[in-house]
Every structure is written in C-alpha cells, then in structure tokens.
C-alpha cells in the first residue's frame, strides 16, 4: 500500500488528453512539492517534473502538472504511442522523513 | 553531464548483507543541495524510495528498513555505497541510484537487478 495513491491503469487515444491523479496527505503533497517520473517498458525512470510543475530541459510541454491541496495531478496533451509507459508521483514525507512514492498508473495509448 | 552507474552481486543468499555501488561522474559533492538516493523496484511492482545522501553527509532512511540501511560517500573516488543487512527473498529488486538537487531523483542510472536466493 503506497503512501500516494494513483490510479493504476489510464489509457487515451493519440492525439487526446490523459490526466493522471496522485492523492496524499498535509505530511506530503500538502507541505512538500511534487515530484513526477515516467519509466518506459524496460528503461530507469526519467524525471519528468520537479516541483510540482517545471519541466527540466527537454521535457516536451506536452507534459504539465498542477497540484491543490493534498492532490497533485499530470496531464499529457496530443498523446502519442511513444507515451505508452509507467508514471510515477513522489514527494518528501514531513512524518515519515523520507520520500514517498505513488503505485505508478499505467498508461496505454 | 551527469551519469550514475549501480554495481554490485546480482545474487545474494538470504540473511547475507548487500553492499551495492553508486559510482558518478559530471558532478561533486561541493555543490550546496546535492545529494545521491537510492532506490528499488522488485519485479513488476512500484519503486521504493531507500536513502539518501547530501553534501554535508545528512543521512535519510525509509522508516520501514531504517534499521537494515547504511549509506555512504567516498568523495575521493566520487563513490556511493548502500548495504542492506539481512536480506531476504522479498528484497529481490532492481536497485537505482540517482543524483538528486532539484527533485527527490533527478538523473538514474540503469538500476541492476539484484536476486536474494538460496
């Protein structure tokens, strides 16, 4: 049972938009920025925005973030199959003093 | 540019303790901010965050394995070593290190798998 709680599956057509959820607690999200990665089939994860909503060099903006409260969502426009991957949310845990992982969504285009 | 590279056992016997690698290049451990995390993944599951380590040698562990992780630096041979104590079947995952100032993981190396069997 992960401490930030993703949906495990979401899927769109190309060209779509997907969003993706990760719900936490004042202990994380709420106090602390957020953190979202995508790992490709076979491959390391790969940062894909840092404090809650930059993309580092060479992030598409296709890729943005927003985060509310104790939510933080990612959101792809124009989805393409390439997008086709594991996307993970994490965030520094103010209790735990540690970092915290979503259970990654699974997106299928 | 940065890169991290894991090394280590690919097979470990339970109760055995795993020492694992982190060796990197393109950065030092002089730069305010600067850290190197580890964490693992077992077989088709979610990762799981373990330590981390910062310029000024603070330490972070998960509550959950705190008391069977040590992290350390040897900044001479730019160098990052994790052991696990004790492990066990369970503990059978692929083990990523990655350079971490903006986010809790910015750049990770290809992760090696390591196997806990008898």
């Known amino acids: 049972q992960s401490v930030l709680t993703q949906p495990p599956s979401a899927s769109g057509t190309p060209g779509q938009r997907v969003t993706i959820s990760c719900s936490g607690s004042?202990?994380?999200?709420?106090?602390?920025?957020v953190n979202w990665y995508q790992q490709l089939p076979g491959t390391a994860p790969k940062l894909l925005i840092y404090s809650d909503n930059q993309r580092p060099l060479g992030v598409p903006d296709r890729f943005s973030a927003s985060k509310s409260g104790t939510s933080a969502s990612l959101a792809i426009s124009g989805l393409q199959s390439d997008d086709e991957a594991d996307y993970y949310c994490?965030?520094?845990?103010?209790?735990?003093?540690?970092?915290?992982f979503g259970g990654g969504t699974k997106l299928t285009v | 540019q940065i890169t991290v590279k894991e090394s280590g056992p690919t097979l470990v016997k339970p109760t055995q303790t795993l020492t694992l690698t982190c060796t990197f290049s393109g950065f030092s451990f002089n730069t305010t901010g600067v850290g190197v995390a580890w964490i693992r993944q077992p077989p088709g599951k979610a990762l799981e965050w373990l330590a981390v380590i910062y310029w000024d040698d603070d330490k972070r562990y998960s509550a959950s394995l705190k008391s069977r992780l040590t992290i350390t630096k040897d900044t001479s041979k730019d160098q990052v070593v994790l052991t696990m104590t004790n492990m066990d079947p369970v503990d059978t995952a692929t083990y990523y290190c990655?350079?971490?100032?903006?986010?809790?993981?910015?750049?990770w190396g290809q992760g090696t798998l390591v196997t806990v069997s008898s």
């Open positions: 004042s202990s994380n999200i709420g106090t602390k920025t």
């Open positions: 990655a350079y971490r100032l903006y986010s809790v993981a910015d750049y």
């Open positions: 994490a965030a520094w845990d103010g209790s735990l003093n540690g970092v915290v």
